[in-house]
């Protein structure tokens, strides 16, 4: 009787762990699209692609427009850092609750 009752808990304690990871996965699945929105806002703005350059852009503009690339750029790294230390800690997450199911 006590071993079914330990049972029991156990299996609520785990289906309690489930649901807190489901809920923490869907909360970073859903940081982690909001980050690719705008990388993807961020490197096509205005709908042109790459090979779509400017006739003539003046001298003055050259270096605005390198400015700017650099900023964008280290926003977008920040963010993919802070994506990857997310990803490790649901990695982490994962892992005790397997352990914990063994």
């Known amino acids: 009787m006590t071993e079914m ?12 762990w489930g649901e807190q990871l489901d809920a923490s996965l869907a909360k970073e699945s859903s940081h982690l699209t909001g ?15 790459i090979t779509t350059l400017p ?10 427009e ?10 977008l790294e920040t963010h993919l850092e802070t994506a990857e230390q997310t990803l490790e800690k649901v990695k982490g997450n994962i ?8």
């Open 5 to 16: 009752l330990k049972g029991k808990r156990r299996n609520l304690k785990i289906k309690e």
């Open 55 to 64: 006739s003539q852009p003046s001298d003055m503009q050259l270096p605005a």
């Open 66 to 75: 390198l400015d700017k690339t650099k900023m964008q750029f280290k926003s």
């Open 95 to 102: 892992v005790e609750i397997l352990r914990i199911l063994q």
């Open 35 to 49: 980050i690719l929105k705008r990388i993807a806002t961020t490197l096509v703005p205005t709908g042109t692609s």
